[in-house]
């Protein structure tokens, strides 16, 4: 699988740093999905390079998917800065449509750690290009995830057992609220960041997508 660095994602306050994790395609194969991945909060640490986000976007590849991971604005080389999460959303809507553009026979999927569950949750419900929405533990309890409890695309969580941020039981209520189809996988022991834990949340990717066919209306 390559690693093809993108200096060109542009996002309305400038260039976003990005990296596109591509499966073995031969002979001008699409991949199965394009996939755009949200890292978490920035003023907290997240980058595109947060272990959780970079084992899912290998799983992802590793089951024919291309991942466009990114730094939002005023991450690591990423131009423009925190925007309160609005100009977040409009960074994630440019890596959108960049990978529209790149894979226009592939359908369109979202995911995201953290902040950038909430965000591409959101984004990818409110989108009608994308099929398939992937959130890791979602901030649950710090946004308005109005737009995912209304959607009826196929929702795939992954939540850590012992999540101090986000307490399980909490995300036992809110998978709750989320109508059908959708499916959770639980990982055992494990924190909101997932320590020591990572490789599992490579393993619930597969475990959950890698036999998935997007239902066809």
């Keep these: 699988m390559a690693q093809i660095p993108v200096y060109d994602l542009r996002g309305p306050a400038g260039r976003l740093e990005a990296l596109l994790d591509e499966p073995g395609l031969s002979g001008g194969a ?48 990423s131009e423009g800065q925190w925007d309160e999460a609005r100009g977040e ?12 553009a790149r894979y226009p026979g592939s359908e369109l ?5 953290s902040f950038g569950a909430w965000i591409a949750l959101t984004e990818g419900a409110l989108d009608n290009r994308v099929s398939v929405l992937i959130g890791i533990a979602p901030a649950i309890s710090m946004y308005d995830f109005s737009a995912l409890k209304a ?10 057992e012992r ?7 909490a995300m036992y209520e809110f998978y709750g609220q989320l109508p059908e189809p959708k ?13 020591g834990k990572v490789s599992e949340v490579g393993d619930a990717i597969e475990d959950l997508l890698a036999d998935f066919t997007t239902p066809t209306n």
């Design 151 to 160: 959607s009826t695309k196929p929702k795939f969580i992954i939540h850590g």
């Design 109 to 113: 999927w979202t995911a995201g750690f």
């Design 30 to 77: 699409q991949p199965r999905a394009a996939v755009v991945f949200a890292h978490p909060h920035p003023q907290q640490g997240g980058t595109m390079h947060t272990k959780a986000v970079y084992r899912a976007a290998k799983a992802l590849s590793g089951i024919g998917c291309s991942v466009l991971r990114f730094n939002f604005r005023g991450v690591g080389t």
């Design 163 to 169: 999540d101090e941020l986000f307490p399980l039981k």
């Design 89 to 100: 959303r409009e960074d994630f809507r440019s890596g959108l449509e960049y990978m529209a």
């Design 183 to 195: 499916e959770l996988a639980v990982i055992d022991a494990a924190d909101h960041l997932f320590d």
